[in-house]
Every structure is written in C-alpha cells, then in structure tokens.
C-alpha cells in the first residue's frame, strides 16, 4: 500500500476507551486536524455511543500530530462550494459542525479538551465549549475569520462576548493569536498543563486515581503561566474598542500614542470591511443573548448570508489560503464605501434550512 494509501485509509478521528475514559483523536495532522463533515459525523458518533454507556466517565479530546489540536475548518472546500453554487452544501457542514459545538458544551459527563499547538476557527468550536479547557507553552489560540473576508463562528462569538472589557471586539476584529496566559485570561482555556506533562494527565484520566474529580485530577498537573499580554494592553484595546463603528475604532487607534494600536490600525485596513462590521455588531449582539445555542443560531445566518451573497468570503480564501498572495480584492474595498445598515442586513438573514430544524 502507498503512503497516500495509508493515508486515505487512515481513521481521521481515533475513537478508542480505556479505563473508564473515551479519547477522541483528531487525525489529519498534515492538515494540523482541519474539521470536514466526515470528522464531524464521527464526533457526534462517539458521543452518542458513550452518553449511556457506564464504562466511560470522562471524554478527552486531543489532536494527532505535533503541530496543534485543530486548525479550522476546510476553508479550500468552503470556497469551491461558494463558488460552485453549492452554498447548501457548505449549509450541511455548517450545521453538523455547530451541534458538535452545543453537544460538547451540553455534554453530561466531563469533557476535557487539549488545546495544545494551533486550536483555531473550529479548533476553538471543539475545544472553547469543553468543561475542562488545557494550555500549553506550545499553544496559539485565534478565531482568524475576518482575515479571510468572514466572521468568527463555532460559538466564537459567544466567548468573545464574555471575555473582559474589549478584548472580544479586539480578538474577533484583528484574528489576534493567544498564547496559553492570553487564552486563559480572556475565557477560552481553564487550566496551564506544560505539553510534557500531557502524557500524564491522559494517564490520571484513565486510571482515575484519587482525587476522582477530573478537575481536581487536572489541577495536580495545573501550573501558573506568565501574565496574559493582553493585560497591560488594555488600556488602549478598551478605549478603542467601545467605539460604535469600525471606522470610529480606526480613528481612535490612529489617536492613541501606543505603536501597537497604530498597528492594529494598520491591520484593520488590510481586512474586509464587510466582515468586520458584522463582526463587530454580532460580538455586541451576543453579549446580550441567553446562550451558546442562541449566538451559534446567530452566526448560522451569518455564514450563511457570506457564503450565498458575498464576494469576499471566496476572495479572502483565495488570497490567504489557496494563491497566497495576500492581496484581497474586497467588495466593498474600504470602510468608507460600506453601507451603513450591512451588519443589520446580515443578521436579517433566515437560511433555508434552520440550524435547530
């Protein structure tokens, strides 16, 4: 058999018990564990099994591979569905890809997610909602989507609304990357577990020796990591970012003395303006949700709405992730030509197919 092969007979999630712990391993590490439908379906495959079944107390999520838990979504099959005309298609994932999301943050036995390396897009989807979030020194934490002409989603939003003071705008806004203490801090991860350590929090899991408490397990191995970065930036992320518009943040960050907001203005003129003035309305309008299942039905008409009406999504994939050449021709090209009521028309949108449906 070939190496490619092997490959495309390869499981591309690892589903195995031991010791009253279910593991789920994400296995397409070439595509650092990129999510597609079929990975999905196997997720709520073994959750299904394991929610009855008495020889499996805790779940435990972790990716194959060195180089992080999961880095996303298949953008690539995301832009030929957009251009392709089959935008229900990408509707299909979207939907199964969302109630893995709920089912984890619902899930009614302990659920344990190793967020080490990249977890981004709907690495966070999988792993932001788990009852027991682990960070390493290796790990990068980011919800990207605005680099590509998009909008956070997998639940994004809804933690980006309950991070403190601005960050959620900041955060959803510029993609920012987390390390394992900004992660921490801002609402995404629980617990700093060095990757050495890994190994041995899998086996406590397993074994479940005294303290039986998962998380009492975890905190024998939590450690204290250096402060988030993102503390002594407040200052300038929360006046900048209370701002009513985009174009009104732009304007304040042009205005503070700190060469890091003048580059983060620097940024925000190189994204859509299109994602990021729904994404800034849909970040506020979560804050003011009931729960995680609401924000996703949210974001389900979001994506929706780009990937039925908007150039940018298929423009932003191209020039980041299939030409890289970095140069995105948006639609509108500037935050002065953006209409006014865009975010308002984007979160009217009622797909064809509900999310809950």
Not at 39 to 50: F, K, R
Not at 197 to 212: C, I, K, M, Q, W
Not at 242 to 265: G, K, Q
Not at 270 to 275: D, I
Request: aromatic share 6%.
């Amino acid at each position: 058999m070939t190496d490619l092969a092997e490959a495309a007979a390869e499981p591309t999630v690892l589903v195995s018990t031991s010791g009253g712990l279910g593991r789920l391993t994400l296995n397409r590490p070439r595509a650092i564990n990129a999510l597609n439908l079929g990975m999905v379906e196997q997720l709520h495959a073994a959750l299904d099994s394991w929610e009855q079944d008495t020889e499996v107390d805790v779940v435990l999520l972790d990716g194959a591979g060195e180089r992080g838990l999961c880095a996303g979504g298949d953008v690539r099959g995301l832009a030929e569905q957009v251009t392709s005309g089959r935008a229900e298609d990408a509707g299909v994932f979207f939907r199964a890809e969302y109630a893995i999301n709920a089912r984890i943050a619902e899930y009614p036995k302990p659920f344990v997610a190793f967020a080490d390396g990249i977890t981004m897009g709907g690495g966070i989807g999988v792993a932001g909602h788990a009852a027991i979030r682990i960070v390493t020194e290796r790990s990068q934490l980011a919800m990207p989507e605005t680099r590509i002409g998009f909008t956070p989603d997998v639940g994004g939003t809804w933690l980006l609304a309950h991070a403190p003071g601005r960050l959620g705008e900041y955060l959803g806004l510029t993609g920012a990357v987390m390390d394992a203490s900004d992660a921490i801090y801002a609402g995404f991860a629980d617990h700093y577990v060095p990757h050495e350590n890994l190994d041995a929090v899998r086996d406590a899991l397993e074994t479940r020796a005294d303290p039986s408490s998962p998380t009492e397990l975890v905190l024998l191995f939590d450690e204290t990591p250096a402060p988030s970065k993102l503390i002594g930036a407040r200052e300038w992320i929360d006046d900048a970012f209370a701002a009513d518009t985009v174009a009104e943040i732009v304007e304040r960050l042009r205005a503070r003395p700190e060469p890091e907001a003048s580059a983060t203005a620097d940024l925000l003129g190189e994204l859509s303006p299109t994602g990021l003035a729904v994404t800034l309305t849909a970040i506020r309008r979560a804050r003011e949700l009931p729960g995680l299942r609401d924000a996703l039905d949210q974001e389900y008409g979001l994506v929706m709405w780009f990937a039925t009406t908007q150039p940018d999504l298929p423009e932003g994939i191209r020039a980041q992730v299939i030409d890289k050449d970095r140069t995105p021709n948006w639609q509108p090209a500037t935050l002065a030509d953006l209409q006014g009521d865009v975010a308002e028309t984007a979160l009217a949108h009622r797909p064809g197919v509900p999310l809950w449906g």
